[in-house]
């Protein structure tokens, strides 16, 4: 059964970072592209970044841009997201996504909370 866990999450002041890790197991991971979303309380589930299956190429919400950087290990199985500048808008569940077509599965979350 597929499973992806984040980690990483917890509470950080504003202008902060964080780096969250996701591992997928019982998947062929490298042929998967990758991502993170996260929903805040009351707000739709957002999309944050993703990235191809080789690393080759990703993608970024206007918001994150240039704070925010995805990237990938295949040999681990492992994503990571790490977080620059962060600001209480950023305080929200973060979950793990694999995609490949119209299969994906995503992870249980981990909160990131932005607060002084």
């Known amino acids: 059964q597929v499973q992806l866990v984040e980690s990483g999450g917890g509470l950080v002041e504003p202008g902060g970072s964080l780096t969250l890790s996701c591992f997928a197991s019982?998947?062929?991971?490298?042929?998967?592209?990758m991502g993170w979303y996260r929903q805040s309380p009351g707000r739709e589930h957002e999309f944050v970044a993703n990235i191809t299956w080789n690393g080759e190429s990703t993608n970024y919400a206007d918001t994150m841009s240039g704070r925010f950087t995805i990237s990938r290990d295949n040999a681990k199985n492992m994503v990571y997201l790490q977080m620059n500048n962060l600001n209480p808008e950023d305080t929200a569940v973060y979950y793990c996504?694999?995609?490949?077509?119209?299969?994906?599965?995503r992870g249980k979350g981990t909160l990131v909370a932005v607060s002084s």
């Open positions: 019982d998947i062929t991971f490298g042929i998967y592209t």
């Open positions: 996504n694999a995609e490949l077509g119209t299969l994906a599965y």
